[in-house]
């Protein structure tokens, strides 16, 4: 999985905002939070946000580490993007993260991120 493969599936969750930080980062988020950071150097580390039970799972895995300054935060992070884990388990696990922070998110700000569904009039 490449870099542009994780840019394009985080683009295509609904309201993902994207940015540059700390230089060379770019990171996604949901109603402002981070849900998942990916270096834009090679060998393209990444990091995204997981359940405590989840976190205690994949930290356990050859080439899955405690992510650094977020680990208490419970994130995870894969120093090599692509040498860990499969896009099918990479992508299961970044829309995980995208749930987990949009559930935090305050009423009003989840409401902002997720419009109404538009009800279709009928002819």
């Known amino acids: 999985m ?12 609904p309201d993902v905002g994207e940015d540059v930080k700390w230089g060379n980062d770019l990171v996604f988020t949901i109603g ?3 849900f998942c950071v990916i270096c834009l150097e090679p060998p393209h580390q990444i990091a995204f946000k997981c359940t405590p039970e989840t976190f205690a799972e994949l930290i356990e895995q050859p080439g899955l ?5 977020m680990a208490r935060a419970m994130w ?10 499969g896009r099918r388990d990479r992508e299961r696990l970044v829309k995980t993260a995208y749930e987990l ?8 700000r989840r409401a902002a991120a997720s419009p109404a569904p538009r009800h279709r009039r009928r002819p």
């Open 101 to 108: 922070v949009k559930a935090k998110l305050p009423k009003r």
């Open 76 to 85: 995870v992070q894969e120093p090599e993007l692509g040498t860990a884990l």
């Open 32 to 34: 402002g939070k981070m």
């Open 65 to 69: 580490i405690p992510a650094p300054y």
């Open 2 to 13: 490449s870099l542009a493969q994780v840019r394009e599936f985080c683009r295509s969750l």
